[in-house]
């Protein structure tokens, strides 16, 4: 008896933290894994890992010409389930950051997320996932994040309208936010943050996939204690947010 083809993934910016869990994660699944990321050295490295099914795509996602290549690749590579994790965050007064810097954060964080979105859902079948990895920081404007925060504000908006248009044909658009995760670029350690607050990327991949199963939600907010600061976002006056999260600067 043959076996069935595998179901396809490709996941932004797998070759390190969050995406790097979702890779591992989905290959141990069964799905035949495209890995997208610039550095081509740790993407082998994790495709070698893996598996001959699974396939490195070295692309800068800040750069049109690399977010035309991953989009012409969803076009063309018939994926079940897309995620739209690759992000960068830059911190500081926002006027010592320079504003190329800001653009191309911009670029990474939100035009890449339309772009790869809308040529994966273009081809879309009944049962396929689009997964656009937010932040919990969607719901708190942040202070000496501020450009960070408005891309995150950004992709939940927007990830969450798109559930609405493509739920009654069976496509499931979730958004992910990630609470503080301890990732190579991102250790939340030495920061005074208590190590109760800082998950795992494993344990964000565990909640998304948790959401994958269900596809109830348009927003998955991983953990419990993430889920409490979002509504604590929601519910206070903005002022008072402001107040709270700016009080170190
Ligand atoms: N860590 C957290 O606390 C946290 C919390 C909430 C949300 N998030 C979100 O979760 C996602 C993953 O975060 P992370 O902490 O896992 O990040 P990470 O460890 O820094 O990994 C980022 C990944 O994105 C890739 N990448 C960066 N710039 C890229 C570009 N221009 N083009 C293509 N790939 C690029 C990196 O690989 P290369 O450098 O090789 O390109 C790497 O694979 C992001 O969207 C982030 O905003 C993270």
């Not at 890779?23 to 990321?37: F, Q, S």
């Not at 699974?54 to 290549?69: F, K, Q, Y």
């Not at 012409?72 to 690759?86: C, D, K, S, T, Y």
């Not at 670029?107 to 979105?117: F, Q, S």
């Amino acid at each position: 008896m043959t076996a069935p083809p595998r179901r396809r993934a490709l996941v932004t910016g797998a070759s390190e933290g969050i995406g790097r869990a979702f890779a591992r994660r989905l290959a141990a699944d069964g799905y035949a894994v495209t890995a997208v990321a610039r550095n081509e050295d740790r993407l082998r490295s994790l495709t070698a890992g893996l598996g001959p099914v699974h396939r490195a795509l070295v692309a800068d996602l800040a750069t049109p010409e690399g977010i035309e290549r991953v989009g012409r690749e969803v076009e063309q590579g018939r994926f079940h389930l897309l995620v739209n994790n690759a992000g960068t965050a830059t911190s500081g007064p926002f006027t010592d950051v320079p504003v190329a810097s800001a653009a191309a954060m911009m670029r990474l964080n939100c035009d890449a997320v339309v772009a790869l979105a809308h040529a994966f859902l273009a081809g879309a079948r009944a049962g396929d996932v689009l997964l656009n990895v937010s932040s919990t920081l969607a719901f708190a404007p942040m202070p000496n994040l501020s450009v960070y925060s408005a891309t995150k504000a950004f992709v939940t908006s927007f990830s969450e309208s798109l559930w609405h248009e493509h739920k009654d044909r069976g496509v499931y658009v979730v958004n992910l936010c990630p609470g503080m995760t301890s990732t190579a670029s991102q250790p939340h350690t030495g920061e005074g943050v208590p190590e109760a607050l800082v998950q795992t990327p494993e344990q964000v991949v565990a909640a998304a996939l948790t959401a994958l199963r269900q596809r109830r939600r348009p927003t998955v907010i991983s953990g419990r204690k993430n889920t409490l600061f979002a509504a604590a976002m929601r519910a206070l006056p903005r002022r008072t947010v402001l107040g709270v999260l700016g009080s170190d600067h």
